[in-house]
T-cell receptor, first 111, second 114 residues
Framework: AQRVTQPEKLLSVFKGAPVELKCNYSYSGSPELFWYVQYSRQRLQLLLRHISRESIKGFTADLNKGETSFHLKKPFAQEEDSAMYYCALSSRNSGNTPLVFGKGTRLSVIA | DTEVTQTPKHLVMGMTNKKSLKCEQH?????MYWYKQKAKKPPELMFVYSYEKLSINESVPSRFSPECPNSSLLNLHLHALQPEDSALYLC?????????????FGPGTRLTVL
C-alpha cells in the first residue's frame, strides 16, 4: 500500500534560517514524488516534482530511494514561505493514479 | 487557459436541498478528480474520472453523485447531505498516459450544510 508520512504538523523557523520539511514514503512500485503548497486562501498548487529536479522559489527536494525520503529544503526561509506543505506520491507506471497525500506540515516563518 | 475553475465559490445548503458543484478545465486533460478537504487536513480522494468514465469511487456515500458530461466538465450533485459533509470540495485534472501524477487543482467550493 502507498503511504506518505510527514512527521511534523508544524514547523516554525526564523526568517533567514534553513528549512527542512521531512517526507518519507512507502511504495512497492516505482513512485513519483511531489511537493504541493497551499498558501492562505489560495488553491493547492504544485511546488516541485522529483522528476524535474528543479529549484522553485529556492526550494529543492531530492528523492532518496535508499531512505525512501523526499525532504524539502530551502537554505534561507522567507516570510512568504509560510504555508501548508503536502508531500504526495503517485505511481510512475500509470498515467492517472490518484495522488496519496501526507498529512501536511504547516511552515511558519517568523520575522 | 491553464486553470481549473470551480463554481460556486461558496455554498450553504440545508439537509433537504439538492445542489450541484461544477468544475471546468480546458487544458485537454482526460482525467478529472473530486476531493474533499476538511480544515487543516490533506485532500481526501472521492472520485476519479478517466475519459469521461468513472474509474474510482472511494466508497463515497450515495448522497454525492458525480457526473462527467464531457471531457472539460465535471459535476458533483449533492442531495440530503449531513452537517459533517461541510468541507472544501476540490476539483483537479491531469493528463492521461503521461506517466505523471501531477494534478492541477481548482480553488474549491466551500460547502456548509446546515
Amino acid at each position: 500500500a502507498q503511504r506518505v508520512t510527514q512527521p511534523e504538523k508544524l514547523l516554525s523557523v526564523f526568517k533567514g534560517a534553513p528549512v527542512e520539511l521531512k517526507c518519507n514514503y512507502s511504495y512497492s512500485g516505482s513512485p513519483e514524488l511531489f511537493w504541493y503548497v497551499q498558501y492562505s486562501r489560495q488553491r493547492l498548487q504544485l511546488l516541485l516534482r522529483h522528476i524535474s529536479r528543479e529549484s522553485i522559489k529556492g526550494f529543492t527536494a531530492d528523492l532518496n530511494k535508499g531512505e525512501t525520503s523526499f525532504h524539502l529544503k530551502k537554505p534561507f526561509a522567507q516570510e512568504e514561505d509560510s504555508a501548508m506543505y503536502y508531500c504526495a506520491l503517485s505511481s510512475r507506471n500509470s498515467g492517472n493514479t490518484p495522488l496519496v497525500f501526507g498529512k501536511g506540515t504547516r511552515l511558519s516563518v517568523i520575522a | 487557459d491553464t486553470e481549473v475553475t470551480q463554481t460556486p465559490k461558496h455554498l450553504v445548503m440545508g439537509m433537504t436541498n439538492k445542489k450541484s458543484l461544477k468544475c471546468e478545465q480546458h487544458m485537454g486533460h482526460r482525467a478529472m478528480y473530486w476531493y474533499k478537504q476538511k480544515a487543516k487536513k490533506p485532500p481526501e480522494l472521492m472520485f476519479v474520472y478517466s475519459y469521461e468514465k468513472l474509474s474510482i469511487n472511494e466508497s463515497v456515500p450515495s448522497r454525492f453523485s458525480p457526473e462527467c458530461p464531457n471531457s472539460s466538465l465535471l459535476n458533483l450533485h449533492l442531495h440530503a447531505l449531513q452537517p459533517e459533509d461541510s468541507a472544501l470540495y476540490l476539483c483537479a485534472s491531469s493528463r492521461r498516459n503521461s506517466g505523471s501524477g501531477e494534478q492541477f487543482f481548482g480553488p474549491g467550493t466551500r460547502l456548509t450544510v446546515l
